[in-house]
DNA sequence: TTTTATGTACCAAACGATTGGTAGATTATT
DNA sequence: AATAATCTACCAATCGTTTGGTACATAAAA
């Protein structure tokens, strides 16, 4: 057996970082070949075709998010406003540095009426995102208001993150980030007064 | 034949509309002529290109919403706050109904590292929002909080959308224009009172 | 230990279909 | 007859995918 020049978890990075730049569309089967330093035809080595290969870089990065963000919210030994803190820095730095976090959202624009199975995917990370600050919320407010909140924080986020990428002014999402912190510590104070 | 069988406003209107659904890699020569009633070579009659034929289309909308929409808020015949509601109530319409809306982001999005035309004319229209809004804050907020709250505001409705379409939530928008209203009612009222 | 067999990894080339775009003939209107 | 709009036919290039064949590392057989 030949030793393969890439392990899965390369591949699919170096075909995110494609995908990435040129869209979904706009990203070649050549194109992803030449970034795995492949020619075009060994690529069906190892996927089965270019949109399932985009299936696998969207749930994989999905479930990062879940596994390795997402769970912070959960962590006990941490304060509810300190994971927050901690989610809100981890955005930032996926946001802004790793620039992997809006990905979802363009793919999801992108082929929402052409490829429905990317849209499944897309959809869940949105509905765990929005359950995991659901979740934090659930500390200084009701059950209702929680949700609610939620929901915005995320349509928040993500506004400033594409505003951000759109009119090329960086600060964007700290600036929300910070003010969707003290928000929260407001929450925590009023809670205690009642 | 003499006389063409389109207008340049049905033939931009009826390229829009595939364009939305399809985005711009997706989009094909041929889906455009069939939406207009032509074969392919035809097209080529009323337009040079198609990258030129998009970009009419967007600076085409980006025109309507400054001069159809934003000039609300200009308007002296109203209050601020009912200026802002004429805006919000537009907005509605556009972004839930047209589907029209997100089409900016989208195709700016879609397009960020391969058409660079493209993005000039979609960052205008932000800036031409935000410095609308930021019109408007400045009945109630001195020069910089009206700036900062402009741009969040802007960056809210945007994500709100997103998540609407993302999500299939049509309440999105309506309820992040209740309450950017009633914030500006207080607004409002904090000004009186100082 | 050497040989043989097997399966993987990859390349080079080509597949049919489609891409954006062009040229010239045809049609309809004045 | 002149003009403008449309169609038909075609181009070269590229698309995603499949092919036939080769290099090579391992496993089994001698």
């Known amino acids: 057996m030949a030793k393969p020049k890439l392990d899965r978890k390369t591949l699919l990075r170096n075909s995110l970082s494609v995908f990435k730049t040129m869209g979904y569309n706009g990203t ?11 020619l075009k035809g060994s690529m069906y ?22 596994s390795r963000v997402f769970n912070k919210a959960f962590d006990e030994t941490l304060q ?6 901690e989610l809100a820095l ?7 540095f790793e ?5 979802l ?22 509905q765990e995102w929005i359950n995991t600050m ?25 506004g400033s993150v594409l ?6 002014d960086v600060n964007y999402l700290h600036r929300t980030n910070e003010r969707l912190l003290k928000e929260y510590k407001e929450l925590e104070r009023q809670k205690v007064y009642k």
Do not use: C, W
């Open 28 to 38: 070649s089967m050549n194109d992803l070949a030449k970034a795995n330093g492949l």
């Open 45 to 66: 080595h190892y996927i089965e075709s270019k949109e399932s290969l985009m299936l696998e870089v969207l749930t994989a990065l999905k479930d990062h998010y879940v």
């Open 80 to 85: 509810p406003y300190q994971r927050l803190k």
């Open 90 to 96: 981890r955005a930032e730095e996926i946001f802004v």
């Open 99 to 103: 620039e992997g976090g809006d990905f």
């Open 105 to 126: 959202v363009n793919i999801g624009l992108e082929t929402k009426n052409s490829v429905p199975a990317f849209t499944q995917v897309i959809k869940s990370f949105f």
């Open 134 to 158: 659901k979740y934090l919320y659930s500390f200084v407010l009701d059950e209702a208001d929680a949700k609610e909140k939620a929901e915005f924080m995320v349509a928040e986020i993500e």
């Open 163 to 168: 505003m951000m990428k759109l009119l090329d």
